[in-house]
């Protein structure tokens, strides 16, 4: 079994930043991708970013030069540095792994409000 465990969100104005954690723990030899994806309110589910196991890294275009995402390897954990927040940031965000043997896993997502 594999348990993810996300912190950081929040309510924030916009412009403001902040930072998401997704830690990784359980039956994992390897981690094969992790990143995040988001839910509005009346809205479907949307990628947001992702790191590969060698460190490539994609974002959706709606976030691009203002979301960073970095991955400790040793730790199994990845972060998303969200800056310059919009209010249409504002969303359940989810971390999403991939293990090595393609097992596809979700945290239990955290709520990002974005104030205007």
């Known amino acids: 079994q594999v348990h993810l465990v996300e912190s950081g969100g929040g309510l924030v104005q916009a412009g403001e930043s902040l930072r998401l954690s997704c830690a990784a723990s359980g039956s994992i030899f390897s981690i094969r991708r992790m990143g995040w994806y988001r839910q509005a309110p009346g809205k479907q589910r949307e990628w947001v970013a992702h790191?590969?196991?060698?460190?490539?890294?994609g974002y959706a275009d709606s976030v691009k030069g203002r979301f960073t995402l970095s991955r400790d390897n040793a730790k199994n954990t990845a972060y998303l540095q969200m800056n310059n927040l919009k209010p249409e940031d504002t969303a359940v965000y989810y971390c999403?792994?991939?293990?090595?043997?393609?097992?596809?896993?979700w945290g239990q997502g955290t709520q990002v409000t974005v104030s205007s």
């Open positions: 790191i590969g196991s060698g460190g490539t890294i």
């Open positions: 999403n792994v991939i293990s090595d043997l393609y097992n596809v896993y």
